[in-house]
């Protein structure tokens, strides 16, 4: 166990749903992170919490939201989802500053159908 | 544009052989960098980090390089295992607000 947690594991939603994922992490950690994961492709990084203070990728559509209620928890809000939105998506966390690594959770896979 | 770059998409070698994994960036400087295993269906996790002051760094069978003249970093892995198979990933620590910005991965799979 990294000590980041995400659940669910697996999720199967249709383009019209509504469905969060969420991560915690038990670290004590002041930053958290989502990436999306796709076939071939980088790590993207989506969205930063870090000492309260949120940055996104201006890249992300606004059919992602995040939500970040306390340093420990991370909620990623999913609507109107596309199929190519399917892709592993994994929460990190860190202690915010040089000579840190990420934990990762095991990740969301998610399939838009 | 910035880009990180891993040799390669998949890289087979012999048990015991050394394997080694390329990371190429341009257009960064990053103050530290790190090497990280993500197995299938799982999330990464941090093997090793190396400062941008630091030439080689080593922990059991791994170690690793890094010249920031060349832009490059190395990873081996000596006397490698069937259980050393995996996708390897770099990842620059550029200590700004997009903090870990990752390569692609080298899937390596080391064969018995």
């Known amino acids: 166990e990294t000590g980041v947690t995400q659940t669910p594991r697996h999720l199967v939603m249709g383009m019209t749903n509504k469905k969060s994922l969420k991560c915690e992490q038990h670290?004590?950690?002041?930053?958290m992170y989502w990436y999306k994961q796709s076939a071939k492709k980088p790590l993207e990084l989506m969205f930063v919490?870090?000492?309260?203070?949120?940055?996104e990728n201006n890249s992300v559509p606004s059919r992602f939201s995040p939500e970040c209620p306390n340093s420990s928890h991370l909620f990623l809000h999913l609507h109107t989802l596309q199929p190519e939105d399917s892709a592993l998506y994994l929460c990190a966390s860190s202690q915010q500053g040089l000579n840190t690594e990420a934990f990762f959770g095991q990740g969301t896979r998610l399939t838009v159908v | 544009s910035q880009k990180i770059e891993q040799n390669s998409e998949a890289l087979n070698i012999q048990e015991g052989k050394t394997a080694t994994l390329t990371c190429n960036y341009t257009?960064?400087?990053?103050?530290?960098l790190q090497w990280y295993r993500q197995d299938p269906g799982r999330g990464p996790v941090f093997l090793l980090l190396i400062r941008e002051n630091e030439k080689e760094k080593r922990k059991e069978r791994l170690k690793v390089t890094f010249d920031t003249t060349l832009k490059q970093s190395l990873f081996h892995i000596t006397a490698s295992q069937p259980a050393d198979s995996a996708t390897y990933l770099c990842?620059?620590?550029?200590?700004?607000?997009?903090?870990?910005?990752f390569g692609t991965g080298t899937r390596l799979k080391v064969l018995a």
């Open positions: 257009n960064y400087s990053p103050a530290y």
């Open positions: 670290l004590g950690h002041n930053a």
């Open positions: 990842a620059l620590d550029t200590g700004g607000t997009y903090k870990y910005i």
């Open positions: 919490y870090s000492l309260e203070e949120r940055v």
